[in-house]
């Protein structure tokens, strides 16, 4: 079993070798069509790891986690290998882990990544799973950073942690961990407050509900779509749709005006195979969703597409907008260009930013539109090529202070309400 692990790993290691995707690749400059046939995924070996003579353990057993290998390496220090679901695949290595010691004490944890991989995220820790605060950065030591790469992307090879650690389990991941349970959680309490209609619209590849939430008027003809985290680390990004989504079913007057005749669809967690098995990426068929909206190969991306053209024939209604949350490095706006005017309300989108530059003050939005929508790929490009919408890739940093994602969220939720409510008028 073991060896049979190994052999994987050493096998996505080579595989990582040759990948095409060094440096992250981004959204707005995708046109070439990729092969989403599935692919073998290589599973995590979920277990606690015990090291008797530092009377120190650590454990993966929890949804979201990753932790691949770990080895001892001298008294309470540690180094934890993070290998990804599979490769080809952009570096954006994600780990989760817990860790306790029967006495008081500090361990030294580091991580270590495939070659072709830069250290991402860094690390946050929570003593429950729910409350989370970064690692003081006195505690991170960074390795092999490349002095003379001066580009914005530079990251580290990797980093080592000093931990204080004792019998209360300790967590420790990049990002919050915003796990299935998590995300439904969050669902299930908007759901009740603001009297919300949850349904199934398909399963994932392992078989878990993909849950969609509607808010406003289930019998309107004007539609908004969402979707998020169709890359599972991508937390900012979900952190922004909830702020997003929470102010347009909040008690404000313009929302409760828009949610009169507008009904916006939500797809929070289009990939809860990936987020619960701490992948990278991908999703359990090996996949980047958000590149398989031309040939829906995946289940999670046929769901969607098979909801739009239910909704549209069956309501007899349009989409008129439609947002896709990501994160990445920086905050950044993928928008099509402006030259697409084949839509169900031309210029909405631009309209839109330049509403939320005027809404946050001293903000500058960073805007790069896309010019290439076929074949359509990503879902922006689809949403606009087979439904008219006005479609975005909404990326927030990954280090963007989680109360100016908030700002950010409720801004453009404001903003989007009061543009489509004008556009009737
Ligand atoms: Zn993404």
Redesign the pocket.
Known sequence: MKNTRLTIILLILALAAFAQEPRPVYQGSTSVAVDTTSRPIARQDKREFSFDSDQVTFSNVFDGARLTEISRTGENAFTITITPENAPINMSPWYAFQVRSKRKKEILVTLEYPEFARHRYAPQISKNGREWKPLEVARIEEIGRDPNDKSFEARPKSIRMRLKVGRTPLWIAAQELENSSRVFAWMDGLAKKRKLKIEEIGKSTEGKPLRMMTVGNPAAKKFVMVISR??PP?VTGYFAMRAFVERVAGKSRLAKQFRKDWAMFVVPLMNPDGVDNGHWRHNDGGIDL?RDWAAFNQPETRAVRDFLARKESEAGGKFFFGIDF??TWDDIYYPMDKKFTETNAPGLMWNWLDAIKRAIPRYEPNIRPNDKPDPTIVSRNYFMRAHKMEAIVFEIGDNTPRDFIKKKGTAGADEMMKLLLDLVK
């Open positions: 169709q890359h991508e958000n990501h994160s």
